[in-house]
């Protein structure tokens, strides 16, 4: 009897080692960087893990307008840390529900034009929450969802159990064929980002606001990575192009432009009610500390109030842009304050992030599959209003001595090449790699 216990654990031990191994061998298993941000000096922070510990600049932040150190913010969630303490201390439901909550809420709908908007603790919660609770509100509802949606929503739309289409990425005649295939009396739901966070792509709410009337359909639209970042009052994308009233459920993130920590919905106040009142991944999970929620609304408020952060943001990214393209390297350029660079091969993908780590002190995550399709791996840049000019130049520097190894990457603009040889030239490293020709 032991002994058959023995082998079921060892059974299951296999089981892990050979995913691990197979991440390993596929070259995308992923490392975690320990970082120690220090208050007031982002985007450098301290690397744990070497001796003595080393600073870097971090390139691949989304605390997009570095609101996470502003000086309001940090106020805000010092003041309610003293009055409230840490925690919430429950559910919405059960003594978790606070004035921070309220007001927070309350700000969220105004800044979006709605009549209601919940809380969530991140936005990826949000996301399932809101789409399966939508779908299996309405039997026979069909979601149509961009091919690029993010990981959130696509969890979300299979829990609601409910049909799915996939749409081509921004092809606006796809979704329209796929949308005239259901009777207009088929419940529905077109669900789609406004920024992708990738490849920086944006779509046109506007006219998929349009096709939605048309045919009868919902809108969700996730502008996670727009919020605090476009329009007058960063209001996002869709209040940038003037078509915010046209959607009818906005999902948001405080994580990101805002630099806090939390998600949110914001549309009707009957349907924020159905949500409230029917999603387990709301009802069931204690709520966001009020802390955060504090230190949200003052980023918030602040962002409503002040533009400069967003404009010297969309100056740094046309910049890094600009430096990058003219030293030859493989940007994927697009509108968005995001700077892709395309790789194409995971193994290179992490030789390159690594070498800008312990050669640069630059710290770069590497973009592989499942986040981005195989084939299709980069670095992914943010830059923000507090990286310098000479971040900037000690960034394009290191990544134009990494190409020159690839020459054709160079020469073609495409991803690395074969060949390609990046050595890390720290002693203490193991981490040397060799692309197999």
């Known amino acids: 009897m032991a002994q058959s216990l023995d082998n079921i654990a ?21 490392t975690f960087a320990t970082l120690k941000r220090r208050a007031g000096e982002y985007p450098h922070a301290e690397s744990y893990g070497s001796d003595p510990m080393q600073d870097v600049t971090v390139w691949c932040s989304n605390d997009y307008l570095g609101m996470s150190q502003n000086p309001v913010v940090l106020g805000a969630m010092h003041s309610a840390l003293e009055t409230t303490g840490a925690g919430s201390g429950g559910t919405r439901n059960i003594s978790g529900n606070t004035r921070y909550h309220i007001e927070l809420e309350n700000e969220l709908a105004d800044l979006h034009g709605k009549e209601a908007a919940l809380l969530f603790t991140s936005a990826y919660v949000a ?87 048309e045919y009868g359909a919902l809108t969700y639209l996730d502008e996670v990575h727009a919020v605090g970042m476009y329009s007058p009052e960063g209001a996002g994308l869709a209040a940038a192009q003037s078509v915010a009233d046209q959607v009818d459920i906005i999902n948001g993130t405080l994580a990101k432009g805002y630099g806090v920590m939390g998600g949110y919905i914001a549309a009707s106040r009957d349907c924020v009610d159905a949500i409230r009142s029917y999603a387990p991944g709301f009802i069931f999970t204690t709520s966001l500390a009020p802390v955060l929620a504090a230190g949200a609304l003052a980023s918030i408020r602040y962002l409503r109030a002040h533009s400069l952060e967003r404009a010297v943001h969309k100056d740094r ?51 592989n599959y499942p986040t981005v399709a195989r084939g299709t791996e980069r670095i992914r840049l943010t830059p923000t209003p507090l990286h310098s000019d000479a971040d900037i130049d000690h960034l394009v520097m290191a990544l134009s001595e990494l190409w020159k190894t690839c020459p054709l990457a160079l020469s073609e603009g495409k991803g690395m090449a074969a060949g390609c040889h990046i050595e890390n030239s720290s002693s203490n490293s193991s981490d040397t790699l060799t692309a197999v020709k």
Request: charged share 20%; glycine share 6%.
């Open 10 to 30: 060892q059974n299951y031990t296999y089981v892990f080692k050979s995913k691990i191994s197979a991440l390993h061998a596929e070259g995308r298993y992923r």
């Open 127 to 213: 996301n399932d929450a809101t789409l399966s609770t939508l779908v299996k509100m309405m039997p026979g509802c069909v979601v149509f969802s961009d091919a690029k949606n993010h990981a959130s929503m696509i969890a979300g739309i299979r829990h609601g159990g409910g049909e799915k289409r996939i749409w081509k990425h921004n092809d606006l005649a796809d979704l329209e064929r796929q949308l005239q295939a259901y009777p207009l009396s088929t419940p529905k739901i077109i669900a789609f980002e406004s920024v992708y966070s990738m490849d920086g792509t944006m779509s046109d709410i506007g006219a998929i606001c349009r096709l939605a009337r």
């Open 317 to 367: 990214a046309r910049e890094v842009t600009k430096r990058l393209l003219e030293a030859g390297l493989p940007v994927m350029q697009n509108e968005s304050h995001i700077v892709p660079v395309s790789v194409c091969d995971p193994v290179h993908c992490k030789a390159i992030t690594d070498a800008l780590m312990s050669r640069y002190r630059i710290y770069v995550q590497p973009i």
